[in-house]
């Protein structure tokens, strides 16, 4: 059973792009979520989605954004980009089957640096 | 809110020795507790949960009990292995219908022959 895939795992950008980074989840899984990881502020949730539709983000800039499509595949962008936005950037799915009970399934991360 | 403190690292120990890494919250209500593993280069892997107070979580030796007394959750292993060289992260989930983990800062462990 293939696990989640993120694309592209390394990127290179400049300040003032944008940046989208897309999330396949585990098949059947309904639930996806990212986060940010920094070596500073370690891992940081940016937002969850479940049949499209956003359920809760974390503490990020409006520059940061999200969606789900109907295959809950995911994508997320970040535009104007700053030098803070480099980091490991990890998409979790799971099937959503109850709260407290679920158990997240992590990618590898996809690897922004931002010059 | 909610928070995640675990002891700092890095932990270096000789294979074979035993572990621990403390681990505790703050949080309203009953949150579920998780550790999580992460390799070099990869993703985070579930290493045991425990969803009320007083369950065992276990799995590849590694053992933690939800403590509500203590609001801890501590990781332990008896027996370390080479292999088990990874960076180490506490975590918990406590928002009804939300998947949402609140993780700590992770701890770093390194384990030598």
């Known amino acids: 059973k293939a696990g989640v895939t993120q694309t592209p795992r390394y990127l290179i950008k400049t300040r003032g792009q944008q940046v989208t980074l897309s999330c396949s989840p585990i098949s059947g899984h309904r639930s996806v979520s990212w986060y940010q990881q920094t070596p500073g502020q370690g891992l940081q949730f940016l937002f969850e989605?479940?049949?499209?539709?956003?359920?809760n983000k974390g503490n990020f800039p409006g520059r940061f954004s999200g969606r789900q499509f109907s295959n809950s595949r995911s994508e997320m962008n970040v535009s104007t980009l700053e030098l803070g936005d480099s980091a490991l950037y990890l998409c979790?799915?799971?099937?959503?089957?109850?709260?407290?009970?679920?158990?997240?399934?992590f990618g590898a991360g996809s690897r922004l640096t931002v010059l | 809110g909610d928070s995640v403190t675990q002891m700092e690292g890095p932990v270096t120990l000789s294979e074979e020795a035993f572990l621990t890494i403390n681990c505790t919250y703050t949080?309203?209500?009953?949150?579920?507790l998780f550790w999580y593993v992460q390799y070099p280069g990869e993703g985070l892997q579930l290493l045991l949960k425990?969803?009320?107070?007083?369950d065992k979580g276990s799995n590849k030796g590694f053992e933690a009990t939800y403590r509500k007394e203590t609001t801890s959750f501590h990781l332990e292993k008896g027996s370390v292995q080479v292999s088990d060289s990874a960076v180490y992260f506490c975590?918990?989930?406590?928002?009804?219908?939300?998947?949402?983990?609140?993780f700590g800062k992770g701890t770093k462990l390194t384990v030598n022959p």
């Open positions: 425990a969803t009320k107070a007083d």
């Open positions: 949080a309203t209500g009953y949150p579920s």
């Open positions: 989605y479940f049949s499209e539709t956003q359920r």
């Open positions: 979790a799915s799971s099937f959503n089957i109850g709260a407290g009970a679920n158990v997240l399934t």
């Open positions: 975590a918990l989930t406590n928002q009804g219908g939300s998947e949402k983990l609140v």
